[in-house]
T-cell receptor, first 115, second 113 residues
Framework: AQKVTQAQTEISVVEKEDVTLDCVYETRDTTYYLFWYKQPPSGELVFLIRRNSFDEQNEISGRYSWNFQKSTSSFNFTITASQVVDSAVYFC????????????FGQGTELSVKP | SQTIHQWPATLVQPVGSPLSLECTVEGTSNPNLYWYRQAAGRGLQLLFYSVGIGQISSEVPQNLSASRPQDRQFILSSKKLLLSDSGFYLCACRTGGAVFGYTFGSGTRLTVV
């Protein structure tokens, strides 16, 4: 069975601090895909990144960076120099090619960035 | 690109009343479709998924059912709502090819009173 664990339920930081959101996953699939989504208070899901299981290259996009490590089954997300607009719930998610390609979400981490 | 239309945006229904939420997809054919629910302050729980017309897989036993009468139409229903059915419902489709990923609707916030 597939599972995603986001152990941090809530994180509170002060603006300009760096923050890392943890994500650990479990799967028996050899090919799988990892995602991060942002959910602002309005509720819609905003896609941030997708990673394929065969591509362990880390990625940086502006203030956002992702560290994918298959050896520890982790896909952590770091925000550098956080801003108030980063305040939201962040979800890590996992899917494979079997079982209808269903996307399984972690419980989410609520990030609060204070000015 | 794919677009998901989901309505209504908000809904207040009394306990025991029926429910029908509709989701339609544009810009793709034969998509995999999914219904998720998010209870207040909780994560996104997969309720149902469908890989084709008339094919429904249920992830959790509950008071809800799903149907897919047409290729790009996915319906979530209940004959009698419970208070515990309150939540934020999201429809999603899986897109393939070079832009593989998932497209989500804007969601329906259901309050059962």
């Amino acid at each position: 069975a597939q599972k995603v664990t986001q152990a941090q339920t809530e994180i509170s930081v002060v603006e300009k601090e760096d923050v890392t959101l943890d994500c650990v996953y479990e799967t028996r699939d050899t090919t799988y895909y990892l995602f991060w989504y942002k959910q602002p208070p309005s509720g819609e899901l905003v896609f941030l990144i997708r990673r394929n299981s065969f591509d362990e290259q880390n990625e940086i996009s502006g203030r956002y960076s992702w560290n994918f490590q298959k050896s520890t089954s982790s896909f952590n997300f770091t925000i550098t120099a956080s801003q108030v607009v980063d305040s939201a719930v962040y979800f890590c998610a996992l899917s494979g090619d079997n079982q209808g390609g269903k996307l399984i979400f972690g419980q989410g981490t609520e990030l609060s960035v204070k000015p | 690109s794919q677009t998901i239309h989901q309505w209504p945006a908000t809904l207040v229904q009394p306990v025991g009343s029926p429910l029908s939420l509709e989701c339609t997809v544009e810009g793709t054919s034969n998509p995999n479709l999914y219904w998720y629910r998010q209870a207040a302050g909780r994560g996104l729980q997969l309720l149902f998924y469908s890989v084709g017309i008339g094919q429904i897989s249920s992830e959790v036993p509950q008071n809800l059912s799903a149907s897919r009468p047409q290729d790009r139409q996915f319906i979530l229903s209940s004959k009698k709502l419970l208070l515990s059915d309150s939540g934020f419902y999201l429809c999603a489709c899986r897109t393939g090819g070079a832009v593989f990923g998932y497209t989500f609707g804007s969601g329906t916030r259901l309050t059962v009173v």
